[in-house]
Nanobody, 126 residues
């Protein structure tokens, strides 16, 4: 099974930036689509961004559009979530998820994902 390791979370003030990383192995990286999900206290886990394998498509949630960018680096077997202009409402545990997907799938639902990382906490203060 794929192993996903998230890093890059932390405590920042509103308006600052963070970059989250999700590292996996070369064996799985090229054949998986990836999504970033987040879960705030008392709320359901929702997708914020996703990218298909082979660069077939992207998704960015309306709530973070224009501020968050998802990318993947094949040389490092890593998926990134660049988060700019952070707001207190962005505070959540952020999860990287992988989907052994078809070419056209950009995973935005939990049921579309096969593997999950442990999550990394992002806290944005006012």
């Amino acid at each position: 099974q794929a192993q996903l390791v998230e890093s890059g979370g932390g405590l920042v003030q509103a308006g600052e930036s963070l970059r989250l990383s999700c590292a996996t192995s070369e064996r799985y990286f090229s054949t998986y689509a990836f999504g970033w999900f987040r879960q705030a206290p008392g709320k359901e886990r929702v997708a914020v961004a996703a990218i298909g394998w082979g660069g077939n498509g992207e998704y960015v949630a309306d709530s973070v559009k224009g501020r968050f960018t998802i990318s993947r680096d094949a040389a490092k077997n890593t998926v990134y979530l660049q988060m700019n202009s952070l707001k207190p409402d962005d505070t959540a545990v952020y999860y990287c998820a992988a989907s052994f997907a078809s070419l056209d799938l950009v995973p935005t639902l939990e049921g579309e994902c096969d593997y999950w990382g442990q999550g990394t906490q992002v806290t944005v203060s006012s």
